[in-house]
């Protein structure tokens, strides 16, 4: 259920929250959102911009789920992307600076870009694309192992999800939110015109609700949101380092931080919500790693992770409303880095009514259940 009617019904003497309230020790926020990563927390500084009163509730820490998991490449322009992705992805992608900007202006944290070009490989050029010399190639990744791959350079930026993730939690409570942490929702229903939350740490009533619950989201939503756990690697960049490139090919990528340390990833994994690394996995990134841009054989590891991508059956995130107060924002899969300012800002015209930046009709809840009655 995404935002149920209680099973009590109605409430018939509604007309006495207020004594009701103060009976229940009932909390009150304008709009409660479940989940502070990135969607929730963008989310959140784009009402509270707006002028709502916004609370946050997690279970765990801000930012500390799949959003500091990423690698941090803001993908926009990736070939590999459902096509039907590109009109949220280029909002976002044009969204990106002034977001930055705000977060550094309340937070008093830069989120530097951290890489400004990507060097793709593909088995066949795209449409479009022209593809890269040798002597090219060799500039921007020096000894690359081009194989039967096509490579070709996008401009395209990155970002250190981890500089993120001391930015915007802190922005947010500049801003007023109030970001509840160590605190689970667990549950949700509209009743008399408003919604109950139940929480780990008592009842909550907002007037409005937006679950941005990650790879849990299925949980409160009975969206069919699962999770793909990615596992990454941190190595010391070798030498000849990669020219401030991002290299990337269809079965891992290599992002370079600019201080040093390269980000190797990912695996694509159904393991249900595991978060163990395994080492047979992280070997298996750096041969895909080493095969592809050799120098990184003589590079020392420095980390390993993993983290769980929210995922949907058709790998389109689902923006809308769920019910007369509830909204869903989720299942961003492996672009909800790139695609948070963009999803905010959708949700933010859809709670005030405004005109929406873009047609987000590939983005509806009710595709789930259309496609499951058409038996697809
Ligand atoms: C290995 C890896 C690499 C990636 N690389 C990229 C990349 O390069 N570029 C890109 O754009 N994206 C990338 N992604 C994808 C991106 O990280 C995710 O799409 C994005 O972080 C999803 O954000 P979220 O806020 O929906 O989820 P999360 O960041 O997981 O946040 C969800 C939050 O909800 C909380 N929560 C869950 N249930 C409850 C509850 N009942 N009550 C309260 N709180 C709850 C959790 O504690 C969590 O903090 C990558 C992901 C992974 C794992």
């Given amino acids: 259920m995404l935002c149920r009617e209680t099973a009590r019904g109605p409430a018939r003497d509604w007309g006495c929250s207020r004594a009701r309230n103060k009976i229940d020790d009932v909390k009150r926020t304008e709009v409660a959102i479940t989940g502070g990563g990135i969607i929730g927390l963008s989310a959140a500084l784009e009402l ?19 959003s500091s998991a990423a690698a941090g490449m803001l993908a926009a322009s990736d070939p590999e992307n459902p096509a039907a992705l590109r009109p949220l992805a280029e909002l976002s992608a044009r969204l990106y600076p002034k977001f ?20 793709q490989g593909m088995l066949e050029l795209p449409e479009d694309f022209q593809e890269l010399t040798e002597a090219e190639l060799e500039t921007a990744a020096p000894g690359i192992v081009t194989e039967e791959l096509r490579f070709f350079s ?34 949700v ?6 919604i109950e939350i139940d929480t780990s740490a008592g009842r909550w009533v907002a007037e ?21 756990k990615g596992q990454m690697v941190m190595v010391e960049e070798p030498r ?37 690394v395994e080492q047979k996995a992280i070997a298996g990134l750096l041969d895909k790693a080493a095969a592809l841009w050799p120098p990184v054989r003589q590079s020392r590891m420095v980390e390993s ?36 300012p963009g999803t905010a800002r959708l949700l933010r015209e859809m709670i005030l009514g405004e005109p929406l930046s873009i047609d987000v009709s590939d983005f509806g809840c009710g595709r789930f259940a259309a496609a499951a009655a058409r038996g697809s």
């Avoid at 990155?158 to 667990?186: C, V």
């Avoid at 990528?253 to 980000?263: I, S, T």
Wanted: proline letters at 6%.
């Fill in 48 to 66: 509270a911009d707006a002028g709502l009163r916004v609370t946050i509730f997690d279970r765990g820490r801000g930012m500390a789920e799949a």
């Fill in 100 to 119: 930055l900007e705000r977060i550094e202006e309340l937070s008093g944290e830069r989120v530097p870009i951290r890489t400004r070009r990507v060097i």
């Fill in 154 to 187: 996008l401009d395209e930026e990155s970002l250190d999800p981890r500089d993120l993730a001391a930015a915007l939690p802190k922005a947010a409570r500049a801003m007023g939110i109030t970001l509840l942490e160590d605190t689970e929702i667990t549950e």
């Fill in 189 to 194: 229903r509209e009743r008399g015109g408003e």
């Fill in 208 to 228: 409005k609700f937006i679950h941005a619950s990650g790879a849990w989201a299925a949980r409160l939503s009975g969206l069919p949101i699962t999770p793909r």
């Fill in 240 to 276: 000849p380092a990669l020219a401030g490139v991002v290299l990337r090919s269809p079965g891992v990528y290599l992002v370079p931080r600019g201080d040093g340390r390269v980000v190797i990833g990912a695996t694509v994994e159904d393991a249900g919500f595991d978060k163990q």
């Fill in 305 to 340: 992770w993993a983290g769980l991508r929210p995922a949907t059956p058709d790998g389109l995130p689902v923006i809308d409303a769920c019910g007369e107060r509830c909204w869903f924002a989720g299942g961003h899969f492996r672009n909800g880095i790139l695609l948070a």
